[in-house]
């Protein structure tokens, strides 16, 4: 029988907390990330995906996806979160796998073309991995809506004279978003690949 969302978030909110009441020290009764109750409730838009399809979040045609907002230029933060999430994905085992991907949401689309995403991703060995890792884009105005839907802020981006973009700042978290379209929780970026790991497992277990 499957479990409605909210069923899911209870099962592993219950976990938790048995796990702190029992005392026991064992890393896998442990969610490192954040437990969202009520889940959010993704927003409807259309990406341009790295696939030549579109795709919308609320139905992400996936067990399990995880969402980064990012752009490919990021010296800093971008690299390190996505290549934790790599190092997540590469951990979990071939079932587990075959239920999860990667999509980057790109918070400088006027730069991040499909062909620009796809190198971007490729350079992360996501897919050698069996694990689907799919670019997306959208106006910048739909960006930030989408971000606000799984409470992540992307901000508006302040055009130079150069011609470039300050793209100024953007949250940061992995969000996962279940096959319904609603995202029961999320990580901030210093969770370690064995973090990510242990919790996709988790979250496809009480899925």
């Known amino acids: 029988m499957r479990r409605t969302p909210g069923a899911v978030l209870a099962a592993l909110l219950s976990t938790v907390l048995l796990a702190g009441c029992g005392g026991s020290s064992s890393s896998a009764t442990e969610f490192t990330g954040t437990l969202v109750d009520p889940p959010f409730e993704v927003a409807g838009t259309t990406l341009a995906t790295t696939t030549g399809e579109d795709l919308s979040l609320d139905d992400p045609g996936a067990r399990l996806t995880l969402v980064f907002f990012g752009y490919t230029t990021c010296p800093d933060v971008c690299p390190l979160v996505m290549s934790s999430i790599a190092g997540a994905v590469n951990r979990l085992d071939e079932d587990d796998r075959s239920q999860v991907q990667v999509a980057f949401?790109?918070?400088?689309?006027?730069?991040?073309?499909?062909?620009?995403?796809q190198d971007y991703l490729d350079g992360y060995g996501i897919?050698?991995?069996g694990v689907t890792a799919v670019g997306g884009r959208a106006s910048r105005d739909e960006t930030v809506e989408l971000g606000e839907s799984v409470g992540i802020f992307v901000a508006d981006a302040e055009e130079l004279e150069?011609?470039?973009?300050?793209?100024g700042s953007h949250g940061s978290q992995v969000i996962a978003v279940d096959a319904s379209g609603q995202a029961p929780a999320f990580w901030n970026q210093d969770v370690s690949p064995a973090q990510l790991s242990a919790d996709i497992e988790t979250l496809l277990s009480e899925s």
Do not use: F, I
């Open 127 to 129: 897919e050698q991995a």
């Open 105 to 117: 949401v790109t918070t400088d689309p006027k730069v991040d073309t499909p062909p620009v995403m």
């Open 162 to 167: 150069s011609g470039g973009y300050d793209l």
